[in-house]
C-alpha cells in the first residue's frame, strides 16, 4: 500500500504564493507519475498539474503553478504563485498507475492523499 499526506494549505491573500508537498511512504512509487488535482467546494475533482518524464498542467495554471518531486524525500511539490480566489479548493496529490502517462482524469489514478484546503481570498 501507499500512504500520501498532503501538507501546507492555509488561507492566504490574492497575489501571494504558498507551496504544498505531499510525503509518500509505504511501497515505492518513484517509477510512477504522480500528480496534483483539486476540487472546490460543489464541483467535481480536476486536475491541476502532474510529473513523470515532463510535466503537465492545467491552462488555468500554466505559468503560475510549478511542479516539482524530489525522489530522495519521496516528496512531490506544489508552488503556486499569484494566487486566486478560483484557486480555493481542497488539493489532492495522487499516484498514477503508469510511468509516462500524466491523465487528467482522476479516475485513471491509484491512490490519493486525504487533501490539503487552500483558501484564497480577495
Known amino acids: 500500500q501507499v500512504q500520501l499526506v498532503e501538507f501546507g494549505g492555509r488561507l492566504v491573500q490574492s497575489g501571494e504564493s504558498l507551496k504544498l508537498s505531499c510525503v509518500s511512504s509505504g511501497r515505492p512509487v518513484n517509477s510512477r507519475a504522480m500528480a496534483w488535482f483539486r476540487q472546490a467546494s460543489g464541483k467535481e475533482r480536476e486536475f491541476v498539474a502532474g510529473f513523470s518524464w515532463e510535466t503537465k498542467y492545467a491552462e488555468s495554471v500554466k505559468g503560475r503553478f510549478a511542479i516539482t518531486r524530489d525522489y530522495v524525500k519521496s516528496t512531490l511539490y506544489l508552488q503556486m504563485d499569484s494566487l486566486r480566489p478560483e484557486d480555493t479548493a481542497l488539493y489532492y496529490c495522487?499516484?498514477?498507475?503508469?510511468?509516462?502517462?500524466?491523465?487528467?482524469?482522476?479516475?485513471?489514478?491509484?491512490?490519493w492523499g486525504q487533501g490539503t484546503q487552500v483558501t484564497v481570498s480577495s
Open positions: 495522487a499516484v498514477g498507475r503508469s510511468a509516462t502517462d500524466i491523465p487528467s482524469d482522476p479516475a485513471r489514478y491509484e491512490y
